[in-house]
């Protein structure tokens, strides 16, 4: 596609649930990035895909958080037993490979009341 | 491992000029850096390398000091459009990993 696309846009769910999070990169963008920008804050860094693999998921907050990148193409995030702190914009970027800026998506901001 | 941003916050005059510092305290291999508008996603502008090579695509500069651990962003003859909040991100190593600093908030006012 044209750029990086996110779904849902919004998601509000109730505490305990699960929610999953999809990113669709830009087309032979070998390179997936998840982050996570509480309200007025910084990127967080969560973990990111070379191809299928994740060299690195030293970001993931607790064992709630999981990711998979399939077909190198669309990656899922998965939150289990979502907690309020929970609550923030959920940031997808993909770049190519070789070292390229990152282009984002528009990201999914997650509520959980 | 997260780079330092300064300053925090900046406001402008349009036309009038701003620096922007990213600070590491590890060997930095690139620095990236961004502008987020308020409710959008981050826009990317420079990649300064180690070894002095810069890709970007605005009119706008950096600098790369590798000795001092630190880039620098500079905005001349700022425009409105400019305002929002600048991101550096540095990576320490070959990978595609970056680690993002805390942000400074430029507004420029006309």
């Known amino acids: 596609g044209a750029g990086v696309s996110q779904s849902p846009s919004n998601k509000v769910t109730e505490k305990g649930k699960d929610v999953e999070l999809r990113c669709d990169p830009i087309?032979?963008?070998?390179?997936l990035y998840w982050y996570r920008q509480r309200l007025g804050q910084g990127l967080e860094f969560l973990i990111y895909?070379?191809?299928?693999?994740?060299?690195?998921k030293s970001g993931l907050p607790s064992d709630r958080f999981s990711a998979e990148r399939t077909g190198e193409s669309v990656s899922t995030l998965t939150i289990q037993r979502t907690q309020q702190e929970d609550s923030a914009v959920y940031l997808c970027?993909?770049?190519?490979?070789?070292?390229?800026?990152?282009?984002f998506g528009s990201g999914t901001r997650l509520t959980v009341v | 491992q997260q780079p330092v941003q300064s300053p925090q916050a900046v406001i402008l005059r349009e036309g009038e000029d701003a620096v922007i510092n990213c600070s590491s305290s590890?060997?930095?291999?690139?620095v990236h850096w961004y502008r987020q508008k308020h409710g959008e996603a981050p826009v990317f502008l420079m990649i300064?390398?180690?070894?002095?090579e810069q890709k970007g695509h605005e009119k706008i500069s950096a600098s790369f000091n590798e000795k001092k651990q630190q880039s620098s962003l500079y905005l001349t003859a700022s425009q409105l459009s400019y305002s929002g909040t600048y991101f550096c991100g540095t990576s320490t190593s070959g990978t595609y990993k970056y680690i993002f600093g805390t942000g400074t908030r430029l507004k420029v006012l006309a």
């Open positions: 970027a993909s770049s190519p490979e070789g070292v390229y800026g990152y282009t």
């Open positions: 300064l390398l180690k070894g002095g």
């Open positions: 895909f070379q191809g299928n693999s994740a060299p690195d």
């Open positions: 590890k060997a930095l291999y690139s």
């Open positions: 087309s032979g963008h070998t390179a």
